[in-house]
């Protein structure tokens, strides 16, 4: 938990002071969004689908079979969601390389000194 808010002479000069925020953002509510929220949809899922069984209603199993293949859906998409945002930004970065363009390569280089343990 330490590592999330260490700030350094390095650190500085990439990210302006916005160390802390942006490691608690990579480190901590991408994580959760990327593994977390996937996990909680498939439990309850499950279980929705344990009750069906168990109250042996063959409508109820089968609204309970598609709600749960809708979770698993949005489970996949939700996980993705984290590796597509980064994979744009490092694209937006890296055609942003122009004289016109400042501090494209600040934000980047602040990203991934944040992104170390």
Same mark, same amino acid.
């Given at each position: 938990?330490?590592?999330? !808010?260490?700030?350094? @002479?390095?650190?500085?000069? @990439?990210?302006?002071?916005?160390?802390?925020?942006?490691?608690?953002?990579?480190?901590?509510? !991408?994580?959760?969004?990327?593994?977390?929220?996937?996990?909680?949809?498939?439990?309850?899922?499950?279980?929705?689908?344990?009750? @069906?069984?168990? =109250?042996?209603?063959?409508?109820?199993?089968?609204?309970?079979?598609?709600?749960?293949?809708?979770?698993?859906?949005?489970?996949?998409?939700? !996980? !993705?969601?984290?590796?597509?945002?980064?994979?744009?930004? =490092?694209?937006?970065?890296?055609?942003?390389?122009?004289?016109?363009?400042?501090? =494209?390569?600040?934000?980047?280089?602040?990203?991934?000194? @944040?992104?170390?343990?």
């Amino acid at each position: 938990m330490l590592d999330l !808010f260490q700030i350094g @002479a390095d650190y500085d000069d @990439a990210c302006r002071g916005l160390t802390p925020i942006i490691r608690i953002i990579r480190l901590g509510v !991408f994580p959760i969004v990327q593994i977390g929220i996937p996990l909680l949809l498939i439990i309850l899922g499950t279980i929705d689908l344990g009750k @069906a069984v168990i =109250s042996s209603d063959d409508k109820e199993v089968k609204a309970a079979q598609s709600r749960l293949v809708k979770r698993c859906i949005y489970a996949v998409a939700i !996980f !993705f969601v984290v590796t597509l945002v980064t994979v744009l930004m =490092s694209i937006i970065s890296g055609t942003a390389n122009d004289d016109d363009v400042q501090g =494209s390569d600040d934000w980047r280089a602040c990203w991934d000194i @944040a992104g170390r343990r």
